[in-house]
């Protein structure tokens, strides 16, 4: 599944979408406690957080990360947006929560 | 050691926090050290980074690269672990409430370096600081 993929459904808005939405989003990981997602989530995943400040911009990038999804609608910092245009990681809003998007992405086949 | 950077972290440093770990990083890349390398080196150095901007009074990281392993040191001017064993201990944490909130104070940073260090050493001193080093093999 590609984020653009993802974008289709209208329950998702990528906030940068010139950084590419085409990456392939291999698998899915939740998790607000960075440590624990530094240790565990892998490369190419989508990540569901309700964090928005500027440091998950760094989780994402060293871990290769597809994309960064904020559930509930959350809202995101500018400077975590600004970040994530540099180091070219979509970040994607919805309104529904992490177990709803991870329904979603589950059902698509990740 | 051929090759060595130096990245200087100040205590509250949150919104350059990661800027390290990302230069490493990309060095390392340039250098041609493989993926799964680059991936503990990341992981030790980000969760550096950060234990150096939540609990030190300031700091530095050290990345030597050599022909058979990559070592980094972190060395802060204090205030020093009282416990070294408690602050191992994964699940431990002495963060405050502010950065709880932000995701860190998990407890996990020490023991993440450890798990993705060959080699992990670490001392401290109240009131003259810590100091680790990490040595990967490439």
Redesign the interface.
Known sequence: MKVSDLLNNKEFKCLNPQVGIEGVIDSGYVGDLLSWVMANAGKGCAWVTIQTHVNIIAVATLLEMTCVIIPEGAEVEESTLERAIIEDIPIIITGLNAYEVCKILGNAGI | MSYELVFEVARGD??T???A??KI?RTLQQLGVSNKVI?KV??AG??SE?NLAIHSDGGKITLEVGEEELMLTIEDIGPGIANIDLAMTAGWSTAGDEVRQ???G????LP?MK?NADNFAISSKIGEGTKIIMKFLV
């Open positions: 949150f919104d926090a990661g800027e770990s990302r990083k991936r990341s992981i980000y969760e950060m932000m995701g860190f998990a407890g996990m940073g993440n798990n």
